[in-house]
């Protein structure tokens, strides 16, 4: 068998490749009609057909055809080769099964591959793109459903060996499949998807995707300046990377660079806008926007906000609400209305991180009406029988934000004047969305719904030891990602506090989760590592005052690089997940 490099035919000079189109090929044919099994579906329950509309031809984002050995016209109907990756094999039958799979479930949402090339065809490209729709596909695929599992691995491993293929428009393509639907967390190994997202971005880059115009200055080769065609194309292409790059930097709470700067000249954003679908342009600029929001509350500050800080976060925040505002006249379809939504929601969490100006703001009844329009949409997906296992890992990140959110409201605002009934609602609906969206055991969808649901049977979550509302964030470093990472923090608090005392230096402890202490020594005050022995010979080592004290620095819980490094590192251990979670 050969190995993965060896399949992509690696080699150290091929990253100085270009990425060279031809004349755009006649247009590919229409994606397959689904089987009559699939029930219709109204466009309020099915709002997707417009990403296919986001691309001229995916035909056109091909390499081209004398660059690559594919079958020819007379040799198209040969019969589908069977292919082996890690030991495991996957027959013919299922390939060309799970081919379909993918153009009839999946490519709607990243119409960047050509329907009309054979499987065959496309290991001959490129075998790391042809892995990636394997992989992507068998999510869905209950003819064998040990693929997911099997393959994942094997075809991550092809993912890192790809920055040296020589068919770099194929990687991008196939680095754009992973990072659109990536594989469940494996506990015995870091998560790699951030890493993938910042390669495939350069990869592009590399090769002059980014400047459409000046493309032919990035080949080793003398070739032709584009056409306006060619750069059409690249510009599509680029849209999608940016889209991931920006999306994966959200989910995973990091920085990341705005589109302006990644480009050469102040006017480049405005040309790459006149060159793709509004579709792409409007995921684009609302991606855009909450990366820019991103980094002026950064600026502003998110750790220890005095009150004139949390009046500069309301202005800030304020000011960028009023720009999705701008961007609802853009709209064209529910899935716009979606990102625009998702939007406007990843922006106002930011409110959370105030504490004492939160409720005055009327902030509050706004992150209720665009969490329940978030999951509203997710909820009209759903309508469609198997199609929430399809999608995108932003409307999968949306649906938890949302829920989130909502839990947050819940659990500390009941006496505000807010819609609770509604909130509740769309609360549980989310629940049930995410476990209808989990195609594993061990993914982020079905871990949100065993935490979410055990949250809300607490009587601990956001709450002090007196009971009272803990209304800070404790979790402050990852921007959009921190409701989350901070609702995921009490339920580690209530159910493995082994965690704290293991991840927490000396001098840091828990709020809301202070060991007893001996009145003797105030000192150890917030110790965790205090032993219960002896907290017994001091049964007065309540402490309650100290604790109470202590809780009020709403600021002192600060979790450990290492400890937070990604959102895995809550929901990574198999053996946490009881019987009482959602596969029973």
Known sequence: MLTAAAEMGVHSASSEVALSLPTPPAPA???????????????????????????????????????????????????????????????????????????????????????????????????????????????????????????????????????SSTTPWHTVQGLLLLLTWPFAKDKTRSDVTFTLSGMMLHIAMQNGTHIPMSSHEFSRFKTPAPTEADMVRRSELWAHCVIAYQNSCIVKGQLARTLNDMHQELGQSHRLFQRIAPGLVLKLKCLDLVTRCSAAVVENGVRNLSLEQERSLDIILRTYESQITDLETQFTSAVDRFHVALCRLSIQVFHFYKTGTLPSTGALPRILAAACRVIDFVQSLGQTP?????????????????????????????????????????????????????????????????????????????????????????????????????????????????????????????????????????AQADDPMISGAESTRNPSSTAASTMVNSVERQDSARADDHFLADFEWALCEDEFFLSTGPYT
């Open 386 to 522: 198997g199609r929430l296992v399809t999608t995108p890992v932003q409307i999968n990140f949306g649906l938890l934000l949302a829920s989130v959110s909502l839990l947050r409201i819940l659990k500390l605002y009941t006496s505000c004047d807010l819609d609770l009934e509604r909130a509740r609602a769309s609360f549980f609906s989310g629940i049930n969305l995410a476990k209808e969206m989990s195609v594993q055991q061990n993914d982020s969808a079905a871990k949100a719904v065993f935490i979410l649901n055990q949250l809300w049977n607490s009587t601990k979550a956001y709450r002090k030891p007196d009971g009272s509302a803990y209304t800070s964030l404790r979790v402050r470093g990852r921007l959009v990602l921190s409701p989350v990472l901070d609702a995921v923090w009490w339920w580690r608090d209530e159910n493995e506090p082994q965690y704290r005392t293991m991840y927490l230096p000396q001098g840091e402890a828990a709020d809301g989760i202070i060991p007893p202490i001996p009145e003797t020594h105030p």
């Open 29 to 163: 044919p229409a994606l397959p009609t689904p089987p009559a099994s699939c029930p219709p579906s109204s466009a309020a329950a099915l709002p997707v057909p417009s990403y296919a509309q986001q691309l001229l031809s995916s035909a056109g984002l091909e390499e081209p055809l004398a660059q690559v050995d594919i079958e020819p016209d007379n040799h198209r109907l040969e019969p589908t080769v069977p292919r082996t990756l890690n030991n495991v094999t996957v027959k013919a039958e299922e390939i060309d099964d799970l081919f379909q799979v993918f153009f009839r479930e999946y490519s709607q949402f990243l119409p960047i591959l050509d329907v009309g090339l054979t499987p065959n065809a496309y290991y001959t490209q490129s075998p790391f793109l042809f892995w990636a729709v394997i992989g992507v596909a068998c999510r869905s695929y209950p003819k064998n459903p040990t693929l997911l599992t099997a393959l994942s691995r094997g075809i991550v491993e092809m993912a890192l060996l790809s920055a």
